[in-house]
C-alpha cells in the first residue's frame, strides 16, 4: 500500500505540472521502474473524487481538470484567443464525422466552396491534420481530427461526439449517411487512403490549395 500511494503522489506531481495530457507510457518512462501505473491513477482518482478538481483521462492521456458542475465558475474568467467562425466550425464537424474527408467532400457536405482560410486556420490552431491522400484522380488530400481536437472539446475519444441524429438536425452532417456508418476512428487507416509523402507540409497543402483555388 505504501508503494501505491507514494505512486499515487508522484503521479500527481507529474500531472500537475505537465503542459497537457499524460499517458501511462509517459508516466511509466517518468517513475521508477516498475512501479503500478494503474494503481496509483486508481488511487489518485479515489483521492479527487467529489474535489473542485477532479481526475480526468482526455484524448488518451490524463489531466486535472475543474470538476464538470463548478464549471460555471470559470465562465467569466475564461478567455477564448480566437473563436472559431460558423463555416470553421460546421467544417471541423464534417470533418469530425466523416473522416478521412477531402475538401471537395466538405464542400458537398456543406453545399458551399470550403475557403482556403477555413482549413489553414484548422490547421494552424492543430485541431485538424493532413491525413493522406485518397486513391483518386488527382489524389486529393485527406483531413482528420488530432488528440489536440479531443482535448479542446474534453473529449476522451470521438465516441463522445454529439449524436449524429443531432449533427444530422443541425446540418453538419449528410442526410444520406450509409445505414452502417459509424463514427471514424483519427487514427485509423482507410483502405482507400495512402498515406501522406514525407516530403508534404502545411506549406506545401497552403500552395496546392493556392494553385487549385486560382484554376476555378
Do not use: C
Amino acid at each position: 500500500m505504501t508503494d501505491k500511494l507514494e505512486t499515487a503522489r508522484e503521479i500527481e506531481a507529474l500531472l500537475f505540472a505537465a503542459a497537457g495530457p499524460l499517458t501511462d507510457a509517459d508516466l511509466a518512462s517518468r517513475l521508477p521502474e516498475g512501479a503500478d501505473v494503474a494503481g496509483g491513477l486508481e488511487e489518485l482518482a479515489s483521492r479527487y473524487a467529489g474535489r473542485g478538481v477532479v481526475l480526468a483521462q482526455i484524448a488518451g492521456g490524463w489531466r486535472f481538470q475543474t470538476a464538470e458542475d463548478l464549471a460555471w465558475l470559470m465562465t467569466e474568467e475564461r478567455e477564448e484567443p480566437r473563436r472559431l467562425s460558423k463555416a470553421a466550425q460546421e467544417t471541423l464537424a464534417i470533418i469530425a464525422y466523416h473522416q478521412p474527408v477531402t475538401r471537395a467532400e466538405i464542400e458537398a457536405v456543406r453545399g458551399v466552396q470550403a475557403s482556403r482560410g477555413t482549413l489553414d486556420v484548422l490547421l494552424e490552431l492543430h485541431l485538424v491534420r493532413m491525413r493522406g491522400r485518397r486513391r483518386t484522380p488527382g489524389r486529393p488530400v485527406t483531413y482528420g481530427t488530432t488528440d489536440a481536437f479531443l482535448e479542446h472539446y474534453g473529449l476522451a475519444g470521438l465516441g463522445d461526439l454529439p449524436g449524429m441524429s443531432e449533427m444530422k438536425a443541425a446540418g453538419l452532417l449528410s442526410l444520406d449517411l450509409p445505414p452502417d456508418f459509424a463514427v471514424p476512428d483519427p487514427n485509423a487507416a482507410s483502405p482507400d487512403e495512402d498515406p501522406l509523402d514525407p516530403t508534404d507540409s502545411p506549406e506545401f497543402h497552403v500552395d496546392f490549395l493556392a494553385d487549385d483555388e486560382a484554376g476555378r
